[in-house]
């Protein structure tokens, strides 16, 4: 009983660690201090359970618990919070701050649902939620990017209305182009996380669970070349300051090749059968 609550409170951790990472990388692309300072505190949060975890396993086992892998893993994720902590509160090195923790989400999404310090039904229990949990955060992610390729459409069909000086009542129905342009990369800004935190939990479960896993296989390639289709679409727009009708179109692009990735992708690989 104890054993099931304190991985339910593993668990709880590992969703507010997600939307603390969601929220760092908003503040990346758009320096928002509010955002920032939520996701600071959501992560010291984290910090605080993941600090007591480590000190009732020091008085359960009456030893400093790095002895095992799994402890080893759990230590190193705590180190790395307790790191990306202080540079957040000191150095504002925002760039740091957001990779370093999505490594640490890594490590403890492998701590928490890796079966080896469970017992076999708590583990079997865990394994399932981890695929229900992959499932659902990439599915977010799918919709987000959905609605931004809408906007994207939108954007294009309103920008040949005025191209062509067609001002009829289909022009004032629609938004102007900066809050169509502006509300696409916002739903890309939520997506793009998502999509990162699934693939490592979907990763995750692969192995532990899919005999002879294989990188190469058809879907897993595919979602990464997905995520750095988007990617590309965060540095061109943020970095090289790219907007308007070229940004629009690589959206309108990357949501394609997304498509292509879930049905046709998805129907070579030899495990994602649920979507297929």
Avoid: C
């Amino acid at each position: 009983m104890l054993e099931m609550t304190m991985t339910r409170f593993y668990e709880l951790s590992i969703i507010l660690y997600v939307l603390s990472i969601l929220l760092y990388f908003i503040d990346f692309l758009q320096h928002n201090r509010k955002v920032n300072q939520l996701a600071f505190w959501l992560l010291s949060i984290v910090w605080l359970f993941q600090t007591f975890f480590f000190l009732f396993r020091i008085i359960q086992t009456g030893r400093f618990p790095v002895l095992t892998m799994s402890e080893g893993l759990y230590f190193y994720a705590w180190l790395l919070i307790t790191l990306s902590l202080v540079i957040n509160r000191f150095m504002r090195v925002d760039f740091i701050v957001f990779f370093t923790n999505v490594l640490a989400f890594l490590i403890l999404a492998i701590h928490t649902f890796a079966p080896n310090h469970q017992s076999p039904a708590v583990a079997e229990r865990l394994i399932s939620e981890l695929l229900i949990i992959h499932i659902a955060i990439t599915l977010f992610a799918y919709a987000a990017f959905s609605l931004s390729f809408i906007f994207s459409i939108l954007y294009m069909l309103q920008y040949s209305l005025l191209k062509r000086k067609k001002w009829g009542k289909r022009l004032w129905r629609m938004a102007d182009l900066t809050k169509l342009d502006f509300m696409s990369y916002v739903l890309n800004l939520l997506g793009l996380p998502m999509l990162l935190l699934g693939l490592i939990l979907g990763v995750i479960w692969a192995y532990i669970k899919v005999e002879n896993f294989h990188w190469y296989d058809a879907k897993v390639l595919g979602s990464f070349l997905v995520l750095a289709v988007y990617s590309v679409y965060f540095y061109k727009r943020a970095v090289q300051q790219v907007q308007g009708k070229a940004i629009a179109l690589w959206n309108i692009g990357s949501f394609l090749f997304l498509l292509v990735n879930f049905f046709l992708f998805g129907s070579l690989s030899r495990f994602h059968f649920w979507d297929s």
